[in-house]
Structure formats: structure tokens, C-alpha cells
């Protein structure tokens, strides 16, 4: 059953703690991309990867950090440096291609006490 | 950089009304539109999407889009609401020439049907 998984669907952590949320896919997709969804603001991009071992920032990087060692893992680490970062956290992935479409995993909601 | 508005945050309406939702963007050049669609507890799925040729574009659970070019707008319609379309919709931008393939969104609709 193809898809993407992200894990946690639900963490906590203390302000201060890094903490690295998962983002797997078996749709053997080349890209992959995170996003943050905020009330009101809709989805923003964090960072993407349209390769292996590459991965460009998006509009909102800062305090946040990816690696793409896999084809299939995409995990974001969401460092103390960002200052507001309880949010819902949105991982897709793409076939390249100009007419493919971005699919979406189920999220993680990351609340920081 | 390109950006898409969504007039409409909150949309409540009964059961068989009739649905438009607002989309425009910012970008003067060709562009790839697409709508997605968050229910509860689900994750964000295609509702339906615009590259080329016939500007009404047709998607799943009988929505659909017209592309106006002139009014750089993507709006989404649905004749009949039903209480299960009760979610928070995205319509979301692709510019051509984007290296990434990445996607600007909309701030998102939250719908409200009903019953």
C-alpha cells in the first residue's frame, strides 16, 4: 500500500529540545518537500529536496534543519533556534514532472511547552 | 514571489446551497493551479488541478474550477453542498519556471455545511 507516513502524529517537547520529526515514502517519488500549516496562513514551505544528498531552503528555513540520505526519508529536525515552533507539520512528496502533483502525508502536530 | 489570496476564511452554509470559493494569485506569467482539500482528521488530498487546454476543470465529489486568466483567478464551485464536504480547502499556485516544482497556498477556507 503506497503512501507517506510521517511519525508522530502528535508531539511534545520543552522549549529549548531539538526534536526531529519523520517523513517516509514507498511512492518511489524523487522530490520531497515540508511544509508548516498555521491558522489562517495556509501551508508554508520549510525546505525541499528534488534529489538524493540535496536540498534547497524554502521561505520560512530558519530554525530548521532536513537531510535526504534516502530516496524514501525525509526528516525535518525543528531546532531551538526557531522561535515559534508549535505548528502542524506537513510532508509531501512529487514525481518529477511537470504536470505531476504534490501527495501528502497526515502530519505531525509538534506542540512546545 | 508569487502569491495566492483566499478572500473567504470562514464559509458556513446549509446543505444543497450552492459553493464559490475564491482564489487569486499574483504571478503574470503561466502557471499551474491546483485545489486541495483538508477534512477533519484527513490528510490534504487533490481535489482537482489546471496545467493546459480547457480552462473548466472538472475534479472529484462533483467540484470544479474555472481558470480566468484575465483576472488571475482559480475559483472553486460545487452546485449542491453536502454536510460531508465540511472541510478546509487550498488552492494552491505552480509557476512554470520554478526549479523546485514548489507550491505557494492559499491562507485555506474553512467550509462549514449544514445539515
Known amino acids: 500500500d503506497g503512501g507517506i507516513t510521517q511519525s508522530p502524529k502528535y508531539l511534545f517537547r520543552k522549549e529549548g529540545q531539538n526534536v526531529t520529526l519523520s517523513c517516509e515514502q514507498n511512492l518511489n517519488h524523487d522530490a520531497m518537500y515540508w511544509y508548516r500549516q498555521d491558522p489562517g496562513q495556509g501551508l508554508r514551505l520549510i525546505y525541499y529536496?528534488?534529489?538524493?544528498?540535496?536540498?534547497q531552503k524554502g521561505d520560512i528555513a530558519e530554525g530548521y534543519s532536513v537531510s535526504r540520505e534516502k530516496k524514501e526519508s525525509f526528516p525535518l529536525t525543528v531546532t531551538s533556534a526557531q522561535k515559534n515552533p508549535t505548528a502542524f507539520y506537513l510532508c509531501?512528496?512529487?514525481?518529477?514532472?511537470?504536470?505531476?502533483?504534490?501527495?501528502f502525508g497526515p502530519g505531525t502536530r509538534l506542540t512546545v511547552l | 514571489a508569487q502569491s495566492v489570496s483566499q478572500h473567504n476564511h470562514h464559509v458556513i452554509l446549509s446543505e444543497a446551497a450552492s459553493l464559490e470559493l475564491g482564489c487569486n494569485y499574483s504571478y503574470g506569467g503561466t502557471v499551474n493551479l491546483f485545489w486541495y482539500v483538508q477534512y477533519p482528521g484527513q490528510h490534504l488530498q487533490l481535489l482537482l488541478k489546471y496545467f493546459s487546454g480547457d480552462p473548466l476543470v472538472k475534479g472529484i465529489k462533483g467540484f470544479e474550477a474555472e481558470f480566468i486568466k484575465s483576472k488571475f483567478s482559480f475559483n472553486l464551485r460545487k452546485p449542491s453542498v453536502q454536510w460531508s464536504d465540511t472541510a478546509e480547502y487550498f488552492c494552491a499556485v505552480k509557476t512554470l519556471y520554478n526549479a523546485g516544482n514548489m507550491l505557494t497556498f492559499g491562507g485555506g477556507t474553512r467550509l462549514m455545511v449544514k445539515p
Open positions: 529536496s528534488q534529489i538524493v544528498n540535496d536540498f
Open positions: 509531501a512528496s512529487m514525481k518529477q514532472g511537470e504536470v505531476d502533483t504534490q501527495y
